[in-house]
């Protein structure tokens, strides 16, 4: 059983930048595409980024396409989401998650095991 833990949220001015990082336990890591989702109060989960189980592919949600970046070590059974030039809006429980398959969608029920969320706050 694959269980995910994700780190580095926390409080951030706007325009800055935040690494958050999802350790995989397991020895099938590298086998999935993962992704991040996000959910702010009040608002339904949405898609943030996504990467295939090489890394050789990724996807973005237009409101985070060139200034969020999502990476995998998979020797660390780590995938990272770099945040640079963050918004208030970009305020959120930010989730990540294993793909069913060794690629990716961008729809939650595309994905079977998700971590506990890290909260990320941004002032303005």
């Known amino acids: 059983q694959v269980v995910l833990v994700e780190s580095g949220g926390g409080l951030v001015q706007a325009g800055g930048s935040l690494r958050l990082s999802c350790a995989a336990s397991?020895?099938?890591?590298?086998?999935?595409?993962m992704g991040w989702f996000r959910q702010a109060p009040g608002k339904e989960r949405e898609f943030v980024a996504a990467i295939n189980w090489s890394g050789g592919s990724t996807s973005y949600a237009d409101s985070v396409k060139g200034r969020f970046t999502i990476s995998r070590d998979n020797a660390k059974n780590t995938v990272y989401l770099q945040m640079n030039s963050l918004k208030p809006e970009d305020t959120a429980v930010y989730y990540c998650a294993r793909s069913r398959t060794n690629y990716y969608r961008l729809v939650t029920n595309g994905y079977d095991t998700w971590g506990q969320g890290t909260q990320v706050t941004v002032s303005s």
């Open positions: 397991g020895r099938t890591f590298s086998r999935n595409g």
